[in-house]
T-cell receptor, first 115, second 112 residues
Framework: NAGVTQTPKFRILKIGQSMTLQCTQD?????MYWYRQDPGMGLKLIYY???????DKGEVPNGYNVSRSTTEDFPLRLELAAPSQTSVYFC??????????????FGDGTRLSIL | GENVEQHPSTLSVQEGDSAVIKCTYS??????FPWYKQELGKRPQLIID?????GEKKDQRIAVTLNKTAKHFSLHITETQPEDSAVYFC???????????FGRGTSLIVHP
């Protein structure tokens, strides 16, 4: 299994541009998440999904949108890029089980700079 | 909601020493506590986790202890090595939740 795959790894955007960060997982996990991590800081939840067709806002959703049309894919869309969105973006997934919570598996991240 | 406090924010030790990172949580319903290690420029990766039905779990040089009464759990690393240098995040989840609450992280520096 490849686990959680994110593309691109790096991107530089101009203010006002749009882009989609791709995330796909091959572990058949129900739950998927998008986090941002600013330099030297912790993880802030942007959006999450509990299954195909279901998404919900996290702690810092403004300026972002997501969709979950399949179990595998969970893209993150930036519509009007702003310098404050310069960050490292991590996609994660976890499995739903009847025996309790399971750990999250993270992708390698997308390093995004907005200039 | 859940609140997780993590201390210290920075920990500097000499190679071979032990390191202890402590997290406290507020929600008594939390029952799953993972620890993640994030090396510089890399993704967070699970290193150990513990569920509320056990008090301690070990994996080689790493151990986690849980005190449900006091609502705190700790990561213990023995015989530290330079490759243990990283940021460590604790997290807590309750049985009915799929969104972990993370601590702010501890930067561990192991000096050779």
């Amino acid at each position: 299994n490849a686990g959680v795959t994110q593309t691109p790894k790096f991107r530089i955007l101009k203010i006002g541009q749009s882009m989609t960060l791709q995330c796909t997982q091959d572990m058949n996990h129900n739950y998927m998440y998008w986090y941002r991590q600013d330099p030297g800081m912790g993880l802030k939840l942007i959006y999450y999904s509990v299954g195909a067709g279901i998404t919900d806002k996290g702690e810092v959703p403004n300026g972002y949108n997501v969709s979950r049309s399949t179990t595998e894919d969970f893209p993150l869309r930036l519509e009007l890029a702003a310098p404050s969105q310069t960050s490292v973006y991590f996609c994660a997934s976890s499995r739903k089980t009847g025996t309790g919570n399971q750990p999250q598996h993270f992708g390698d991240g997308t390093r995004l700079s907005i200039l | 909601g859940e609140n997780v406090e993590q201390h210290p924010s920075t920990l500097s030790v000499q190679e071979g020493d032990s390191a202890v990172i402590k997290c406290t949580y507020s929600d008594s319903a939390s029952n799953y506590f993972p620890w993640y290690k994030q090396e510089l420029g890399k993704r967070p990766q699970l290193i150990i986790d513990i569920r509320s039905n056990v008090g301690e779990k070990k994996d080689q040089r790493i151990a986690v202890t849980l005190n449900k009464t006091a609502k705190h759990f700790s990561l213990h690393i023995t015989e530290t090595q330079p490759e243990d240098s990283a940021v460590y995040f604790c997290a807590a989840l309750s049985g009915g939740s799929y969104i972990p609450t993370f601590g702010r992280g501890t930067s561990l520096i192991v000096h050779p």
